[in-house]
């Protein structure tokens, strides 16, 4: 079962909840924080954006050498395919797909790189926020805080979201 169905199932678990309880006691109040936007909201958010940012770019500095050798051993092949003995051809051919696949494999783990990183770097913020979320969830007698973008949430009004008195909160912290 995904993340996201699991978080589906969360929030549908705790809207008929709610509903139940709405019939029998007090009014509930429900609030939307949009995750993203609060990360990168915060002070330290943006410096993170921009640390991961850098990390991406040198990143792609390292993919764009072996693709710039890829591109230059093609051309050659490309623009000496007749003149060269069948062998070297083949040779030229084996060295591209070589390359080809170091770019692949290259491109892979760089990826993985940047995943693992990004949840090193955001992971400890987006904890900052949900402490945030759960301090005002608290203070104003918040029954339930969904995050934006979640599976089953079709429509917040505006005056649910609570994104920036998180931000401002997990300033503070």
């Known amino acids: 079962m995904t993340v996201r169905r699991k978080a589906f199932g969360i929030v549908l678990g ?25 990360v990168q909201g915060t002070v330290r958010g943006q410096q993170l ?73 955001f992971g400890p913020e987006r904890e900052r926020i949900f402490e945030a979320a759960r301090e005002l969830g608290r203070e104003h007698n918040l029954s339930l805080i969904v995050a934006k973008g979640t599976p089953g949430v079709v429509y917040t009004p505006e005056t649910f979201d609570i994104t920036e008195q998180v931000v401002q909160r997990a300033n503070r912290m």
């Open 14 to 38: 705790m809207a008929a909840c709610l509903s139940v309880a709405a019939a029998s006691g007090p009014a509930q109040t429900i609030a939307v924080l949009d995750l993203d936007s609060a």
């Open 49 to 121: 954006v921009a640390d991961f940012d850098r990390k991406r770019r040198a990143a792609d500095a390292q993919l764009q050498d072996l693709w710039d050798r890829y591109q230059a051993l093609a051309k050659e092949l490309m623009s000496k395919r007749f003149a060269l003995k069948e062998s070297v051809v083949r040779q030229k051919e084996i060295e591209l797909a070589a390359l080809e696949n170091d770019l692949v494999n290259e491109r892979r783990r760089l990826q993985g790189q940047l995943k693992i990183e990004q949840e090193r770097l």
